[in-house]
Nanobody
């Protein structure tokens, strides 16, 4: 059974930091690109950070320099370190696993991040 379980969300003050974690199981982690998405109220889900199975990383322009994605293929985890948080970062954050070759994608249940001003 495929599972992506996010943790680490919560309430944080403006300018603070949070670290999200995603634990994956039930599929071949190393064969998948791992992503973090977020969805704010009334907005579409957007890609925040990307870590390919080959080690390439990229970020949305709105978080570049503040967020860092890291994956550990020995532990089947992917983390998102978020610094200098603002109210614009308030959203539900989702862990995603994607394999473009097999066209298979999996989603976590999401974790709420709320930044208070």
């Amino acid at each position: 059974q495929v599972q992506l379980v996010e943790s680490g969300g919560g309430l944080v003050q403006f300018g603070g930091s949070l670290r999200l974690s995603c634990a994956a199981s039930g599929f071949t982690f190393g064969a998948y690109d791992m992503n973090w998405y977020r969805q704010a109220p009334g907005k579409e889900r957007e890609l925040v950070a990307f870590a390919s199975r080959f080690g390439f990383k990229d970020y949305a322009s709105s978080v570049k320099g503040r967020f860092t994605i890291s994956r550990d293929d020995t532990k089947n985890t992917v983390d998102l370190q978020m610094n200098s948080l603002t109210s614009e970062d308030t959203a539900v954050y989702y862990c995603n696993a994607d394999n473009a070759v097999t066209r298979t994608t999996y989603w976590g249940q999401g974790t709420q991040v709320t930044v208070s001003s």
